[in-house]
């Protein structure tokens, strides 16, 4: 899921060096490292009650417990693919990984909300170093029929990290506590940190510049979006809590797009925005990572706080809806070189509604295995087909030297919408998380029923005609 732009400035075309020996134990410790990253944007969910009890936080605070990790990640995701490029991808993947694991090991011994949010954000930092540049290493490293092996490798463990995470977070949350959601980075961080060194051989880094202004001011003024979002759940959407971050996320954005304009290397070139299958790609996966996030966390807060159920219960409630996904994903890759993008990406969507509809009638005591749970699967399956329709139509549709900066705009939407998401619904369910009102859950589940039917009629217009035909470039998982 998490690619740069820098990932298709690699690789030769024709000739290709000869091949390591310990190619594919560095690829098994990549995605080991990979793994961990994307574990971490859904393992919280199910423990979010249990640090909301231990360290009496508020919705606001677990709120930013989620969206802060993320935030990091997508926002500086391209800087740390200009990073690897400017600073060899070995460097700043080992810089990333002890970021991370450092990280990890301040969140879990975390007393209060401070420490906790600094080293969330922490761990978003790390990990968007490190992504990219295991990606360039990858590209690197593998070519011809390999290459595509290894992505396919990457790519599994994106689809399977964010399912597992919910059932690994429900075990541990369980078991011996939430800290060690954070704390099981920390020994594998170090294996890994130890070990990699002398499979992945270091390479001369490529003169890069740094667009360290445009990096700030898009993760600002995103952070500032978001606080507004989830400050309107306490001071309502009219008052100035809300509305100045508000205003100041669209001034910084602005200027974030001022700066790339006038920049020799832009971070982001919003060029790229002007590509329909690039902008049909974003979107989709914007509001696809959104809803799919927002029912982990949702769901997580109202199996526990107003069911009754136990972490590891809740964890394992949600299999279910992680082996939809990948239904949905599978199915899409198979339709979409028969019907197109468009109609894909429409279904999916209409289908995520529908099965959102039975969400926003639950009642307290409305039955989890005949209404919750089959609703999160029909949802969810439709999801999947749509974040598959958002990489093919992104990367399927526009020019092979594109393909990078294609990806690195898709997978920044893809991090940036699981925050966004969060943050919205939040807000929406504010009286449900705070003291456990159904009407606060119902409230936000239609929030959910009403974009992804808004998104169905937007995709009809938005996503091109036509079949994706994907170039063997960089893909997301």
Request: with cysteine; aromatic share 6%.
């Amino acid at each position: 899921m998490t690619h740069s732009a820098s990932a298709a400035h690699h690789a030769p075309v024709d000739h290709h060096p000869s091949a390591d020996p310990r190619r594919w134990a560095a690829l098994a410790l990549i995605c080991v490292a990979q793994f961990m990253l994307i574990l971490d944007v859904t393992v919280v969910n199910v423990a979010l009650p249990d640090m909301a009890s231990d360290l009496h936080l508020d919705r606001a605070t677990l709120t930013w417990t989620v969206t802060a990790y993320t935030l990091c990640f997508g926002g500086l995701m391209l800087l740390g693919g200009r990073l690897a490029d400017a600073l060899g991808a070995r460097r700043t993947l080992l810089a990333g990984l002890a970021v991370f694991t450092a990280a990890s090991l301040v969140t879990g011994l975390a007393g209060g909300a401070a420490v906790l949010l600094g080293g969330r954000i922490a761990q978003g930092v790390g990990a968007a170093l490190l992504s990219p540049a295991a990606l360039s290493i990858v590209t690197t490293t593998f070519h011809g029929p390999e290459r595509n092996k290894a992505l396919g490798a990457w790519a599994a463990i994106g689809a399977s990290g964010s399912a597992a995470g919910v059932l690994i977070g429900g075990a541990l949350t369980d078991g011996p506590g939430w800290q060690w959601v954070f704390f099981i980075n920390v020994p594998i961080g170090i294996a890994v940190l130890a070990a990699l060194p002398a499979l992945v051989p270091a390479r001369a880094p490529q003169p890069a510049r740094l667009d360290l202004p445009g990096a700030l001011l898009v993760t600002a003024g995103t952070g500032l979006l978001i606080y507004g979002l989830v400050e309107a759940g306490d001071s309502g959407w009219s008052d100035a809590a809300t509305l100045l971050p508000l205003a100041a996320a669209v001034a910084l954005y602005a200027g974030f797009a001022a700066v790339e304009r006038a920049a020799q290397a832009p971070l982001m070139d919003l060029r790229m925005f002007t590509r329909r299958p690039v902008l049909a790609g974003a979107f989709l996966m914007l509001i696809a990572t959104a809803l799919l996030i927002a029912y982990f966390f949702l769901g997580s807060v109202y199996l526990q706080h107003v069911q009754g159920l136990s972490p590891l219960k809740t964890g394992l409630l949600f299999l279910p809806v992680a082996v939809a996904t990948g239904l949905g994903a599978h199915l899409a890759s198979r339709l979409l070189g028969r019907v197109g993008s468009r109609t894909v990406a429409a279904t999916g969507m209409a289908i995520a509604a529908a099965g959102s509809l039975p969400l926003t009638r639950l009642t307290a005591d409305s039955s989890v295995y005949a209404g919750l749970l089959p609703a999160f699967v029909v949802a969810t399956f439709g999801l999947g087909t749509v974040f598959v329709t958002a990489t093919t139509t992104a990367l399927g549709m526009i020019e092979h030297h594109e393909a990078g900066l294609a990806s690195g705009v898709v997978n920044t939407f893809h991090e940036v919408g699981g925050s966004i998401g969060v943050a919205v619904v939040s807000t929406v369910a504010a009286s449900g998380i705070e003291s456990g009102s159904i009407d606060g859950f119902t409230n936000a589940f239609t929030v959910c029923a009403l974009a992804a039917a808004v998104s169905a009629a937007v995709a009809l217009g938005l996503v091109p005609r036509g079949k994706p035909q994907m170039t063997g470039g960089p893909h997301v998982h």
